[in-house]
């Protein structure tokens, strides 16, 4: 059952506080503005906005149709806990016009689903736990992450940087017309698959790719090349259908 939070609530200009307290997952959906989401330490998340414009006075006391969310935070979102995890979602038609900064703590799994058409860019930095994000047209920017981490885009870019490589799960970075920019740890450790059907990959990592029989560099499934980064570790994917990948030094 899904209960609204008793929140701890500071408002201050357009700002809104809550204790996550013992949850572990924040999901994100239905948020169409520009987004922004930060680790830092502690346990609280803290929301704010500076170009978020609040309904007209002349709905003062009617009940906006087009979200079954209420706006218990006074800037166009709804918080909602459910057992181990908070939920926010976009309420109210003016947060698809807004930038929102995010701080979460830096240690909290994300679930972010951005597969709507209408949804605007998002920015991550500074997360060390999980990160499950999936975008269609939204370009995805990954800042000293550490995963696991499996990030989808249809028509986005993704890129950006892992601090380290986790060792708790397998990580994969995907796209089907977008390009693939990230940079590595030099030593990994990883085994990676890199793999383009339409694009190109290029590389200044030092991989040692596995070898067919003939000498020429293994392919799996025709497009896919196999190489380990340092002695090789947790599996780390970067596929694209019709996108370019870039892979670089860290």
């Known amino acids: 059952m899904i209960l609204a939070v008793a929140v701890s609530q500071l408002m201050r200009g357009q700002e809104f506080k809550f204790t996550t307290g013992s949850s572990g997952i924040i999901k994100i959906q239905s948020l169409f503005g520009e987004l922004y989401i930060e680790g830092i330490s502690g346990s609280d998340m803290i929301i704010s906005t500076e170009d978020y414009k609040k309904p007209p006075p002349r709905a003062d006391g009617l009940k906006p149709l087009y979200s079954d969310k209420e706006d218990n935070t006074g800037i166009g979102l709804s918080v909602l806990e459910e057992p181990e995890q908070v939920i926010v979602t976009g309420a109210l038609k003016q947060s698809q016009d807004a930038t929102y900064h995010i701080k979460v703590p830096e240690s909290i799994d994300l679930v972010i689903d951005l597969s709507s058409p209408w949804a605007d860019d998002i920015t991550i930095q500074n997360i060390k736990g999980e990160l499950d994000i999936k975008s269609l047209n939204s370009n995805i920017e990954l800042l000293e992450i550490t995963g696991p981490a499996v990030i989808h885009s249809v028509n986005g870019r993704i890129e950006g940087n892992f601090l380290s490589i ?39 990592l030092d991989l040692q790719f596995e070898k067919s029989e003939d000498g020429d560099m293994k392919r799996i499934g025709g497009n896919i090349i196999k190489g380990k980064l340092g002695n090789g570790g947790v599996s780390l994917k970067f596929i694209s259908v019709n996108g370019d990948i870039y892979l670089r030094e860290k």
């Open 166 to 204: 986790s060792q708790e799960n397998p990580s994969s970075v995907s796209t089907v017309n977008g390009i693939i920019d990230m940079a590595l740890p030099a030593g990994g450790p990883a085994n990676l698959e890199i793999g383009t059907n339409n694009g190109e990959a290029y590389s200044d």
